[in-house]
């Protein structure tokens, strides 16, 4: 099992910037790809981004892309998630997750940090 953790989230006003940040303990982290996604009230879940195992490849959805950032530290357990420029249509839980080196599914999840943007 992998336990995930996330923080970091919270209220800011459009166009401020948030940063967060997902602990993940129990296996092998450089083992996993990771990513983050985010649900909004009454919406289906979406991917935001996904960072290979040593960050040397990511994937970020349209919707963000230019304005978040996902990075990792192996060396800490860690996954980030730089928000920049947020949008209101941006408020949503966001939860991040982790899919083993090769396959598709992500198989463990964390328990998810609200995210709200004011206008």
């Known amino acids: 099992q992998m336990q995930l953790v996330e923080s970091g989230g919270g209220l800011v006003q459009a166009g401020g910037s948030l940063r967060l940040s997902c602990a993940a303990s129990?296996?092998?982290?450089?083992?996993?790809?990771m990513g983050w996604f985010r649900q909004a009230p009454g919406k289906e879940r979406e991917i935001v981004a996904a960072?290979?195992?040593?960050?040397?490849?990511?994937y970020y959805a349209d919707s963000v892309k230019g304005r978040f950032t996902i990075s990792r530290d192996n060396a800490k357990n860690t996954v980030y998630l730089q928000m920049n420029n947020l949008k209101p249509e941006d408020t949503a839980v966001y939860y991040c997750?982790?899919?083993?080196?090769?396959?598709?599914?992500?198989?463990?999840w964390g328990q998810g940090t609200q995210v709200t943007v004011s206008s």
């Open positions: 997750a982790a899919r083993q080196v090769g396959r598709d599914e992500f198989v463990y």
């Open positions: 129990g296996r092998s982290f450089s083992s996993y790809g």
């Open positions: 960072i290979n195992w040593n960050g040397g490849r990511t």
